[in-house]
């Protein structure tokens, strides 16, 4: 049984105030038109044509992409109305949706709490008012904050979503980032790499000489470090990276900066592979590492990337990948032998 599957409902770039330097929203969502009742309906009646007959414990209706509370408020009434519906009847159990941090106030939070939405995700993006500037986002960190607790005083889950590599970012001021994410403690949280997309003003900037996108490599180890202060602080990483799309992959839209579309997998394996080395000790001539079925992929690595690392760097010793059912999720057992 599968225990949470999404809904996901994109609506490109509705309710932004301005265009931050990285976005385009209709590639990120591969959507060109604004979206109808009709294909919301059918998006979740698809949806839940799987979902239901996989006893699913938790279905979830998430309105992600643009900024859902600058949305005029009838639009958001018929969005969310047919959302409720869906709930009232039981065939999902919950609304989740994204915005802006300064899209955010009492009268707003109290109209989402009138149709049952359960979890607000805000684009943070970064706490540095810097890079929030470099980035044309249009408000200063201070904002973040205040949204954060207000959505908490109402009862709603929060989530928060963070990029990395933004003009004027560092390694310092993500890794900040993250540390104050995980002080207001949300919920859950996501990591993007910055990518430089078409038709954006950052692809503009890059083509001036104005940004340099990050390196796979620094992406790597900079996400990293902010999923492990997440993780350790109790706040939920659901995603790391965008999904790959029409629009988004090797050759498409994504003019610089390093696309993989197993963003993701790359980070949670060298997490995994500290995990893992940690638990060597000086002399051992057989190294047998667990984990249940779920982590056995991130546990080798991406193309065997941990597997590799290990025979290389500890040449004549032999290392091998099990499963363990009984094992908890992101738990690692090592057997030295």
């Given at each position: 049984?599968?225990?949470?599957?999404?809904?996901?409902?994109?609506?490109?770039?509705?309710?932004?105030?301005?265009?931050?330097?990285f976005c385009n929203q209709k590639i990120i969502t591969a959507r060109l038109n604004p979206i109808s009742k009709e294909e919301i309906i059918h998006t979740i009646e698809t949806?839940?044509?799987?979902?239901?007959?996989?006893?699913?414990?938790?279905?979830?209706?998430?309105?992600?992409?643009?900024?859902?509370?600058?949305?005029?408020?009838?639009?958001?009434?018929?969005?969310?109305?047919?959302?409720?519906?869906?709930?009232?009847?039981?065939?999902?159990?919950?609304?989740?949706?994204?915005?802006?941090?300064?899209?955010?106030?009492?009268?707003?939070?109290?109209?989402?709490?009138?149709?049952?939405?359960?979890?607000?995700?805000?684009?943070?993006?970064?706490?540095?008012?810097?890079?929030?500037?470099?980035?044309?986002?249009?408000?200063?960190?201070?904002?973040?904050?205040?949204?954060?607790?207000?959505?908490?005083?109402?009862?709603?889950?929060?989530?928060?979503?963070?990029?990395?590599?933004?003009?004027?970012?560092?390694?310092?001021?993500?890794?900040?980032?993250?540390?104050?994410?995980?002080?207001?403690?949300?919920?859950?949280?996501?990591?993007?790499?910055?990518?430089?997309?078409?038709?954006?003003?950052?692809?503009?900037?890059?083509?001036?000489?104005?940004?340099?996108?990050?390196?796979?490599?620094?992406?790597?180890?900079?996400?990293?470090?902010?999923?492990?202060?997440?993780?350790?602080?109790?706040?939920?990483?659901?995603?790391?990276?965008?999904?790959?799309?029409?629009?988004?992959?090797?050759?498409?839209?994504?003019?610089?900066?390093?696309?993989?579309?197993?963003?993701?997998?790359?980070?949670?394996?060298?997490?995994?592979?500290?995990?893992?080395?940690?638990?060597?000790?000086?002399?051992?001539?057989?190294?047998?590492?667990?984990?249940?079925?779920?982590?056995?992929?991130?546990?080798?690595?991406?193309?065997?990337?941990?597997?590799?690392?290990?025979?290389?760097?500890?040449?004549?010793?032999?290392?091998?990948?099990?499963?363990?059912?009984?094992?908890?999720?992101?738990?690692?057992?090592?057997?030295?032998?």
């Open positions: 049984m599968k225990k949470h599957a999404n809904i996901p409902i994109f609506l490109p770039h509705n309710g932004c105030p301005n265009d931050c330097v949806y839940l044509s799987t979902l239901l007959m996989r006893n699913t414990e938790t279905i979830e209706i998430a309105f992600f992409g643009g900024s859902f509370t600058g949305i005029p408020l009838k639009e958001q009434e018929t969005y969310l109305r047919i959302a409720k519906d869906y709930m009232d009847r039981g065939l999902i159990h919950k609304i989740r949706l994204s915005t802006r941090p300064d899209y955010i106030d009492h009268n707003i939070l109290k109209h989402l709490k009138d149709f049952g939405v359960s979890t607000i995700e805000l684009g943070a993006q970064s706490f540095d008012d810097v890079v929030l500037k470099g980035s044309n986002r249009g408000h200063n960190s201070q904002i973040i904050y205040e949204s954060s607790e207000m959505i908490k005083e109402y009862g709603f889950k929060l989530g928060i979503q963070l990029m990395v590599g933004l003009p004027g970012d560092t390694f310092e001021k993500s890794v900040e980032s993250a540390q104050k994410t995980a002080e207001i403690n949300p919920t859950d949280a996501r990591i993007y790499p910055t990518m430089v997309l078409s038709g954006t003003e950052l692809e503009r900037m890059y083509k001036r000489g104005q940004y340099k996108p990050m390196d796979i490599h620094a992406a790597i180890e900079t996400t990293k470090q902010m999923y492990l202060i997440l993780k350790t602080s109790g706040v939920n990483v659901i995603r790391i990276g965008l999904k790959s799309t029409d629009h988004i992959g090797p050759g498409k839209e994504v003019v610089a900066g390093e696309y993989h579309p197993a963003f993701g997998q790359l980070v949670e394996s060298e997490v995994i592979k500290e995990i893992l080395e940690g638990q060597l000790s000086e002399n051992f001539e057989k190294a047998v590492f667990y984990c249940n079925n779920r982590n056995l992929s991130n546990m080798i690595g991406n193309r065997k990337s941990n597997k590799t690392y290990f025979e290389k760097k500890y040449p004549n010793k032999v290392f091998e990948f099990k499963v363990e059912e009984k094992l908890e999720d992101e738990v690692y057992r090592v057997e030295l032998k």
